[in-house]
């Protein structure tokens, strides 16, 4: 499939996914679509930032234009994800079809949220939390819907959100039309996708583990406190907007604040914000006011920003996986991109986690250049025993005294050869005053005096406070 029209879809999908400039389907829109229009299950792998958001969208549009009854429930894990979702539905809901859709999401007014719903809305978009709210307060009813959508289940699954999926599929009808995307695919989701899918069909787009080509991967080893400083250079030297990764939201805000001090047009967006600063934050980033965006990795998922060319990993994500993700935030829609990833020695663990997880073949390379250090250590000790020898000869060659011989040095030497002798004779009997001595006095002096010590021998048969008695004469 080439083109849109090629599909078999309401002419009324048609004229708004032109409207939209929806014109080339990606890989996995390619995939996905036909066999969704089918009405079968589907269990869909996919790199982030590859469209699979519309590869849901329009076979629900579809589906709901031709049966005017039934419901469409699509599940996200966060609000920025759902948002987003929400308003791709909202670019092909215009003109004839206009279906009435609600947004079900934590942060906004519940009222606002009970007015759309009485509306009759038939397509639901909302995150796991929020409507499960609605379903104890049975303002929600899902006994209509035939269509349901898990975007991003493996995300969901890692942030707790099993029973509370398990809680809305109960409140489903069990003949329904199941699609379910993963960017990762664990053993949790293979249990789900057994229990709840029927028959699903399996599609895949490009690797599960590695990020997409057009991604630009870099790393910069500095220490921990040099950190922030290589960030403002960073910044300095790239172009463009840049989203910027930490650990945890104290951490995003105290880095905001540097930031600003330091002229930079930056904010920070986490689990701790409202939804209308969030919407804010995000809207600013996207018009480009905002060039700088530090985030945590709630934020990893779900923002759809094509103006994102650079991504740098401030703090290692917790989970390899989350890697993926932050990295899939740049590079979107067949665009060109840059990770960079600050790592300390303390990243030592979790980065080889994430090559292990990057690379298949990281184990073999890992194998292979250690064995190649342990044969450049026996070479270099080798080399070092080697020098260490040449070293030694140079030195005895350094004490030895090399004596030039010539016929003037002979003469001079021949003349005073006997006081050199007396000399070393003198020095060998001892007389080191040069005074005329006999052979016996030179004996006599050379005889060593041996002083014997008187040794006290005690005896051992005694006690220790023994003391001889003295006897008076009678």
């Known amino acids: 499939m080439n083109n849109f029209n090629e599909l078999n879809i309401e002419s009324k999908l048609k004229n708004s996914l032109k409207y939209s400039n929806f014109i080339k389907p990606t890989p996995i829109q390619a995939k996905a679509i036909p066999i969704a229009l089918n009405?079968?299950?589907?269990?869909?792998?996919?790199?982030?930032?590859?469209?699979?958001?519309?590869?849901?969208?329009?076979?629900?549009?579809?589906?709901?234009?031709?049966?005017?009854?039934t419901k469409g429930l699509i599940v996200c894990p966060t609000r920025e994800l759902a948002s987003q979702v929400f308003d791709t539905i909202n670019k092909l809901n215009i003109n004839d079809i206009r279906i009435g859709s609600v947004l079900l999401i934590g942060g906004e007014s519940m009222q606002r949220q009970l007015?759309?719903?009485?509306?009759?809305?038939?397509?639901?978009?909302?995150?796991?939390?929020?409507?499960?709210?609605?379903?104890?307060?049975?303002?929600?009813?899902l006994s209509n819907v035939d269509y349901l959508v898990l975007d991003e289940t493996d995300r969901m699954l890692d942030m707790g959100f099993t029973p509370q999926i398990e809680n809305i599929l109960k409140f489903i009808p069990k003949i329904h039309q199941t699609l379910l995307f993963s960017a990762t695919l664990p053993s949790n989701i293979l249990k789900i996708s057994e229990k709840y899918l029927r028959m699903p069909e399996r599609i895949s787009v490009g690797s599960l583990s590695t990020p997409i080509e057009q991604i630009k991967q870099e790393t910069f080893s500095l220490k921990q406190e040099?950190?922030?400083?290589?960030?403002?250079?960073?910044?300095?030297?790239?172009?463009?907007?840049i989203?910027?990764?930490v650990k945890t939201k104290h951490g995003a805000d105290k880095i905001v604040k540097k930031l600003k001090y330091d002229a930079h047009s930056a904010e920070a967006i986490h689990g701790n914000l409202r939804q209308s600063k969030r919407e804010r934050v995000i809207k600013g980033f996207r018009s480009g006011k905002i060039r700088v965006l530090i985030a945590t990795d709630v934020a990893a998922r779900g923002l759809d920003i094509p103006l994102i060319q650079h991504v740098i990993n401030y703090d290692l994500p917790q989970v390899p996986e989350d890697y993926i993700h932050r990295v899939g935030r740049t590079g979107r829609a067949g665009k060109n991109g840059s990770a960079l990833t600050f790592l300390t020695n303390n990243d030592q663990r979790m980065w080889r986690e994430i090559q292990k997880l990057i690379n298949p073949n990281f184990e073999l390379e890992e194998k292979f250049n250690k064995k190649l250090s342990k044969k450049k250590k026996k070479f270099n000790k080798k080399r070092k025993s080697f020098k260490d020898k040449s070293n030694k000869f140079e030195l005895r060659n350094k004490k030895r005294?090399?004596?030039?011989?010539?016929?003037?040095?002979?003469?001079?030497?021949s003349n005073y050869s006997h006081i050199n002798f007396e000399k070393k004779k003198m020095f060998k009997d001892g007389n080191f005053r040069g005074e005329n001595l006999?052979?016996?006095?030179?004996?006599?002096?050379?005889?060593?005096?041996?002083?014997?010590?008187?040794?006290?021998?005690?005896?051992?048969?005694?006690?220790?406070k023994f003391s001889f008695k003295k006897f008076k004469k009678k």
């Open 39 to 69: 009405g079968k299950d589907i269990l869909g792998t996919a790199q982030t930032g590859t469209g699979k958001t519309l590869a849901f969208t329009i076979p629900l549009l579809n589906k709901l234009i031709v049966n005017k009854n």
């Open 115 to 141: 007015r759309q719903l009485n509306k009759r809305a038939r397509i639901i978009v909302g995150t796991p939390g929020r409507i499960n709210d609605h379903l104890k307060r049975n303002s929600l009813k």
């Open 226 to 241: 040099t950190k922030y400083n290589e960030l403002i250079n960073q910044l300095i030297e790239r172009q463009g907007s």
């Open 243 to 245: 989203l910027v990764f």
């Open 401 to 413: 005294k090399f004596k030039f011989k010539s016929k003037k040095l002979d003469q001079v030497n």
């Open 438 to 464: 006999n052979n016996g006095e030179i004996k006599s002096r050379n005889k060593k005096k041996f002083k014997f010590k008187k040794n006290k021998f005690k005896n051992r048969k005694r006690p220790k």
